[in-house]
Nanobody
């Protein structure tokens, strides 16, 4: 079992930055690929960005060049640095852990564990 807890969400102005964290329990954090998803009101949950066990990263076009994902296996923690935030980035952000499937896009990986989410609101 892996428990995931997000933190760092909040209210930020357009163009600002936020750093989200996802703390994982258990000793198997390093064996999982990790990802961030988000869900805005009235919309389906969407893939944002992912990092594999070997720290290869994938990102959705909407955040490429603005969001950076990283992980610290010694601390069992994943991070999401969000820069140049836009109103359309407003959503609940969820972290998730998956067994990565090589050669496929991260949104299709089987995610075994999810956090409870943290709200990010970007005001104009």
């Amino acid at each position: 079992q892996v428990q995931l807890v997000e933190s760092g969400g909040g209210l930020v102005q357009v163009g600002g930055s936020l750093r989200l964290s996802c703390a994982a329990s258990g000793r198997t954090f390093s064996s999982y690929a990790m990802a961030w998803f988000r869900q805005a009101p009235g919309r389906e949950r969407e893939f944002v960005i992912a990092i594999t066990r070997s720290t290869h990263t994938y990102s959705a076009d909407s955040v490429t060049g603005r969001f950076v994902i990283s992980r610290d296996n010694a601390k069992n923690t994943m991070y999401l640095q969000m820069n140049s935030l836009k109103p359309e980035d407003t959503a609940v952000y969820y972290c998730a852990a998956a067994q990565e499937t090589r050669g496929t896009w991260p949104s299709t990986w089987p995610y075994d564990y999810w956090g409870q989410g943290t709200q990010v609101t970007v005001s104009s």
